[in-house]
């Protein structure tokens, strides 16, 4: 558990908390980013509880950033029915079918493959996208086809971000409503993934860990709060086809190192 001569573990946890924060809300897969860090760096893994903790960083971000979207899941109104259907495919595929992609499919091979078909087909998407909806204009059946997304991206190498973000686009969504659309669908998936993980974990944190957990949920927090702010504003004004590139990119080195 202990980091090579000169990295302390605190310093791991800032970039681990730092990477987990901004590419969890770019569609550019978390999981690609923190499976190459400890092949460039040789870091250990520091277990299953950091993991845990880091993805609850995020989980604040959003929660903070979309707080008065937040308030209004809970008024039972249309956006909460919609984004409740979204949650339904992720929770049923995640409960079938999460352990074996995370056992077969999280490796180097499977995720550039994933970066780079999925990348494509976001940017397929993004070209022919009609912008001019809202979330508000979505049906029911379109409400399910984000979660179908967000299911799918439970795949390594997928990123939720980016299958949302293609769907919504596909749909007609302006970017910045796909952009709402993609982290507010987030919010239950992701704390009931949560949830779902931390009762399966079954054991407490070990003593060691403690301050560079606390440190990891601080740092993806305060970085997924500010890279949700930017992406909204980014795609305010810009495509995604960067974020295409970058995939694609990223999918090369990624054989090349496999």
Known sequence: MLAPPGTPVWAQAIVLGLIQGVTEFLPISSSAHLILLPRLTGWPHLGRHFDIALHLGTLLAL??????????????????????????P????????????????????????????????????????????????LNSWEALALGWAQAVAL???????????????????????????????????????????????????????????????AVAALSGWCCIGWLVRYLKNHGLSGFVFYRVVLAALLMVMG
């Open 63 to 88: 929660c903070v950033y979309f707080e008065e979207d937040s308030k209004r899941l809970f008024r039972f109104g249309r956006l909460t029915c919609q984004v409740a259907l979204a949650s339904i």
């Open 155 to 217: 795949i390594p190498g997928v990123s939720r971000c980016g299958a949302t973000l293609t769907v919504a686009l596909w749909l007609g969504l302006t970017r910045r409503e796909a952009a709402r659309v993609t982290f507010l669908t987030a919010l239950p998936v992701t704390a009931g993934a949560l949830l779902l993980k931390a009762v399966r974990l079954g054991s407490p944190l070990p003593p060691d860990l403690w301050t560079p957990t606390l440190l990891g949920i």
């Open 90 to 137: 992720p929770a049923l595929v995640g409960l079938l079918c999460g352990d074996w992609f995370e056992q077969h499919l999280n490796n180097l091979g499977s995720i550039a493959v994933c970066l780079a078909l999925f990348g494509l087909l976001l940017g397929w998407a993004d070209g022919r996208a009609r912008l001019r909806r809202e979330v508000q204009d």
